[in-house]
């Protein structure tokens, strides 16, 4: 008991967020199976996203709200995988070939934008994005599909020739990783698919990234994060780190971002990607993550809970005051609400720290 | 010569210079293919007025060292609440623009309190604390907008009867008020003055404020809080009145915006009005560290210019049918973000 009461006391964020999932679960009076098959898509369309996040905080960049434009580089490769006509898991692996040197750049450039604004990483990652995606608008409006780049597929592209629609169905890759080998357990009426592949490559990257963190350089990375200005003096080069951490996050973003579209199988072209970072990074604070301090548990965990009291809100709402669209600003809410404590928390620990 | 034209640029700045040659490139245009525009000119007067307000609750904030107030959201629901309670007990014309105000400025002082406070105590991150703290006021509200019993049938769903409409209408009395008040054409260009007057009397007003004491200390905090401190100025309180000011600036300028629009936008619409606002003071020519009255009026009048005419002109001179997105639009993220991405990684800030 004591030591569940420090634990408590230690981070109470996720017990909160588990008590409300309970109290929301109780309310919203789902049938357990649904709850439970809707969660298992969750997961693993959600978890790839979240965890791309973990290395920026190692490195000491906060969280990386830039991640938005990994997740454009997962988008463009999509809708060129769907205009070259490939389909299933080549067309799948084809997208993540294409959307890699994108990530690349977008994050070699946030990178270096990070390093210009040092001390203002995550408003100045939070404007970038905006920025990137004034240029996204700009390219998929107005450019596509006319001479500069020709587009051939009118399912992608709007009525007068150019320009691609708001909604283009991903028909060649939906499912392409999910259906590669899937388990159905029956739960009584219902049955529980569970795409085991997505969820191996989910885990390879958990593997993936605690063991990077053991290498050579995600122990600078660590450093960097802990003591910037010694590492420096001990000869780390900090900013070459601090560009190589964004290029990575940003380059698993847009895996997460395909990985999350091949599930859903239609992309809203127009907004799609434009929430990514804020419910990855509501997610992972929710599992108990600060700015400072990040792990896979605290992603996956997260990911879990956030996605639950996304599930049960709009159902809460409606059985609690008559009207679903209570729960749905609920849940916008809890996330918007969630990254705003975190952050004036962490501002004030950082400002005790820094005075004393 | 040279040496001239070269002090100029630095003094006008590149960016001003640039979207000035725009504005006139459009203008030209518009004169070529034989727009009207008079007309052009007089919506791009609405809007500045319109705007006005919500730009200047920007500068004191900035004045302080707390950098660009994102919070502005969180004046504007105390004025939006204003705004509402008025149409729900059915006040028109100067009554109903009263008494939002007066219902925003009492909110707004509460809440410009709190959020000052947070700031205080999250010093180094105001920017990012700020606009999630807006975001979550703006989500919270939207529950209470949902919630709220008003019982006037022109403010409600009227399928379901619960709930506030995403868009209210103001009554004919109310919508362009201030706007119409003296308003007289210039040249066939029509002018709000009304609401010009008012924007000129809170520039006058801010203007005075910085030279009174209380205005200087903010001025000192946001210069150098060490020699603030050392001449004996309190740097949290110089802040908090700093954000106090603002968030009632930001609550007056939804009252005026919403008579000048005609319109009441609830719900998630208060979410990103902070940015465009942001994106006038720096395109004024602001920086973090530096900024003026007269960035405030020059950045109001050449953003929404731009955004006014940029579409019909285009769309005029391009012959663009169809179902074109929004290159308004998308220009407007395109340069207001980029300009508070260059504010922000500025050396030094200035």
Redesign the interface.
């Known amino acids: 008991m004591k030591k569940l009461t420090s634990l408590f006391l230690s981070n109470p964020v996720p017990f909160i967020f588990a008590f409300l999932c309970i109290v929301g679960l109780w309310i919203a009076k789902i049938p357990l199976p649904v709850f439970i098959n809707d969660m298992v898509t969750r997961m693993s369309r959600n978890s790839f996203l979240t965890l791309s996040l973990i290395i920026p905080i190692v490195v000491g960049l906060g969280l990386n709200f830039a991640i938005v434009t990994g997740a454009m580089a997962g988008q463009i490769a999509a809708i060129v995988v769907m205009e070259l006509g490939l389909k299933g898991l080549p067309g799948f692996i084809v997208a993540c070939v294409i959307a890699i040197p994108l990530a690349l750049f977008f994050g070699f450039s946030v990178g270096k934008?990070f390093n210009?604004?040092k001390?203002?990483e995550?408003?100045?990652g939070?404007?970038?994005s905006?920025?990137a995606?004034?240029?996204y608008?700009?390219v998929f409006?107005?450019i596509i599909g006319t001479s500069i780049i020709p587009f051939k597929n009118t399912t992608i592209l709007?009525?007068?020739g150019w320009?691609v629609r708001s909604m283009v169905d991903l028909i060649n890759i939906q499912y392409a990783l999910d259906s590669i080998f899937r388990i159905k357990i029956p739960f009584g009426r219902f049955f529980i698919n569970i795409p085991v592949i997505t969820f191996l490559v989910i885990a390879g990257l958990c593997v993936a990234i605690n063991f990077f963190l053991k290498t050579k350089m995600g122990q600078e990375f660590k450093a960097i994060g802990q003591e910037p200005h010694v590492s420096h003096i001990y000869g780390i080069n900090v900013d070459r780190n601090r560009i190589i951490a964004t290029m990575i996050s940003i380059v698993l973003a847009s895996f997460g971002q395909l990985i999350f579209l091949q599930n859903l199988g239609t992309v809203n072209t127009y907004a799609s990607h434009e929430q990514v970072a804020l419910f990855a990074i509501a997610a992972l604070l929710v599992g108990g993550a600060t700015v400072k301090k990040a792990t896979v548990f605290n992603a996956l965990l997260g990911v879990l809970l956030f996605h639950t009291l996304f599930v049960v809100s709009p159902q809460a709402g409606q059985k609690l005051?008559?009207?679903p669209?209570?729960g749905e600003?609920?849940r916008?809410?809890i996330?918007?609400?969630v990254?705003?404590l975190t952050?004036?928390l962490?501002?004030?620990k950082?400002?005790y720290s820094s005075s004393s | 010569m040279k040496e001239q034209i070269r002090s100029l640029v630095k003094t006008v700045g590149i960016p001003r210079l640039i979207i000035l040659s725009f504005l006139l490139l459009l203008l030209v245009l518009a004169l070529v293919t034989g727009m009207d525009v008079k007309r052009l000119l007089t919506d791009s007067m609405v809007r500045v007025g319109r705007n006005g307000l919500f730009v200047l609750a920007l500068l004191l904030p900035l004045k302080a060292g707390l950098g660009l107030n994102f919070g502005l959201p969180v004046g504007i629901i105390c004025g939006l609440i204003g705004l509402v309670l008025g149409l729900e007990w059915r006040l028109t014309g100067l009554n109903y623009i009263l008494f939002a105000s007066v219902v925003g400025t009492g909110l707004a002082v509460i809440a410009g309190y709190f959020y000052g406070v947070l700031l205080n105590k999250t010093k180094g991150q105001e920017m990012m604390v700020g606009t999630y703290t807006g975001f979550a006021m703006v989500s919270l509200m939207c529950i209470f907008w949902l919630l709220i019993p008003f019982k006037n049938y022109a403010l409600i769903w009227a399928i379901g009867g619960k709930g506030l409409r995403t868009t209210l209408v103001l009554p004919a009395q109310t919508a362009q008020f201030l706007d119409n008040i003296l308003s007289f054409k210039l040249v066939g260009v029509g002018i709000p003055t009304g609401t010009f007057l008012i924007f000129a009397i809170f520039c006058l007003f801010i203007y005075v404020f910085l030279r009174t004491k209380v205005g200087l200390s903010i001025i000192a905090v946001g210069a150098n809080p060490l020699f603030a401190l050392a001449s004996g100025i309190k740097e949290n309180k110089a802040r908090m009145q700093a954000t106090l000011l603002s968030t009632v600036l930001a609550a007056l300028g939804i009252v005026i915006f919403a008579q000048s629009f005609g319109f009441i936008q609830l719900y998630l619409a208060p979410l990103m009005m902070a940015f465009p606002a942001i994106a006038c003071i720096l395109i004024g020519g602001a920086t973090l560290r530096k900024a003026s009255l007269i960035h405030v009026i020059i950045g109001t009048i050449l953003f929404h210019t731009l955004l006014t005419i940029t579409l019909p002109v285009v769309t005029q001179a391009v012959a663009i049918t169809g179902e074109a997105g929004d290159i308004t639009e998308v220009l407007r993220v395109i340069i207001s973000h980029g300009m508070i991405l260059y504010a922000l990684t500025r050396k030094g800030g200035d």
């Open positions: 934008l210009i604004a001390g203002k995550m408003v100045t939070f404007i970038a905006f920025f995606n004034g240029f608008q700009l409006l107005f709007l009525p007068q320009g005051f008559g009207q669209q209570v600003y609920f916008v809410f996330a918007y609400g990254v705003a952050l004036a962490h501002a004030m950082a400002k």
